[in-house]
Each structure stands twice: as C-alpha cells, then as structure tokens.
C-alpha cells in the first residue's frame, strides 16, 4: 500500500465529510416566508421563524417570560 494512494482515500474521505455536513447544515436554516415577523410580546425583539408556533402571545426568552407573568400577577 503506497502513501500517496493511502492520502487519496482520506481526503476523499474528508471532502465527503465535508460535503454532507454543508448539505445538513443549509438545510437546518430556517426558510423565510414572506415579510411576516413575529416579535417578543415583552421586549419586541424579533422571534424566530418556526413551522409550530407563530402569532401573537410569544416571548423570546425566560427572562422575558417572568416579566410577562409577574404583570399577570398585579
């Protein structure tokens, strides 16, 4: 077995590697859809984009939760 042949393989190897994590990677990316934001009902920070939950009642944070609850409390 030469080394040049054995260096072939693991780079080979490497870029499929790479290759594969990229792939993953882009397709873990939120899609955005169209110009609808949500935002922190506390702080008004912009939300994330998400499939499951979206609209109005959404906090970004536990920080931000606590805040929300302790107003409920008074």
């Known amino acids: 077995m030469h080394r040049s042949w054995l260096r072939t393989k ?3 190897s490497k870029e499929k590697v790479t290759q594969r994590v990229t792939e993953r990677a882009k397709s873990m ?9 949500d935002s922190c009902m506390v702080c ?3 939300m ?5 939950v979206r609209g109005e009642g959404r906090v970004c944070s536990p920080g931000c939760a606590r805040k929300w609850a302790e107003g409920l409390k008074d």
């Open 29 to 37: 990316v939120p899609v955005q859809r169209g110009a609808e934001t």
């Open 44 to 46: 008004g920070r912009t």
């Open 48 to 52: 994330r984009q998400t499939a499951v």
């Open 10 to 12: 693991v780079n080979e």
